[in-house]
């Protein structure tokens, strides 16, 4: 688990930009992601964007949140399928 301010999101380290290596043909698995505000406790996530494990590339899965104050982080997460 790494984080970035309140939201933490697995396999994502905000001290340097991380990508995540999938293999073409193998159905995207998404671990998804976790935000905890020192406030509210845990607070929903919404994720936008998708991966096509059918084709090789780079793709962003963005996974947002929003505390009870209307403060919102962001986390991307970047898959690269390789052939």
């Not at 340097?16 to 671990?31: I, L, N």
């Not at 976790?34 to 406030?39: F, T």
């Amino acid at each position: 688990m790494g984080h970035l301010g309140w939201i933490t999101c697995a396999a994502i380290s905000a001290a340097a930009a991380v990508v995540t290596p999938w293999h073409k043909g193998t159905p995207w698995a998404d671990p998804g992601a976790v935000a905890i505000d020192a406030y509210d406790g845990q607070v929903a996530v919404t994720r936008s964007g998708s991966v096509n494990w059918r084709r090789a590339g780079y793709y962003d899965v963005v996974y947002s949140a929003v505390d009870g104050s209307g403060n919102r982080a962001v986390v991307v997460r970047r898959v690269h399928v390789i052939k």
